[in-house]
């Protein structure tokens, strides 16, 4: 399928997913007896890698933590506790977040507090 195809299958831009083919989550393949354009066709499988990486950065991993995802994933690298590990992983950074997002909050509730007290 061409890259138009693939951008309304799965519902991401042609810009990001030209982005994400430089970045080397996958490849298109280029017909080499065509020399008058540089299409590229993508196979059916990248659908799958796209809605990984969809599903990956909805859940806070970074572009780097999801290529490294994608090729290990994808080349059968990871055990299932490997991938069990690498989504707790991914868990324990967020509840850190979720705790310094918290005190960051009781930090501002507290300068309202303050601020309504006339010492700030």
Known sequence: MLINELSKRS???????????????FKGVS???????????????????IEMIKGA????FTLSEIKHLLE?????????????????????EIDEKIRQLENVRKLL???????KNGIC
């Open 72 to 92: 290990s994933w994808f080349n059968k690298r990871l055990s299932i506790d490997k991938k069990i590990a690498v989504v707790n992983n991914k868990i324990e």
């Open 31 to 49: 017909n080499e007896n065509v020399k008058t354009n540089n299409y590229k066709d993508y196979d059916e499988s990248i659908l799958e890698k």
């Open 57 to 60: 950065k909805e859940a806070g």
């Open 11 to 25: 519902g991401v831009s042609i810009p990001t997913l030209r982005y994400y083919e430089n970045y080397g989550f």
């Open 109 to 115: 509730s507290d300068c309202i507090v303050d601020i």
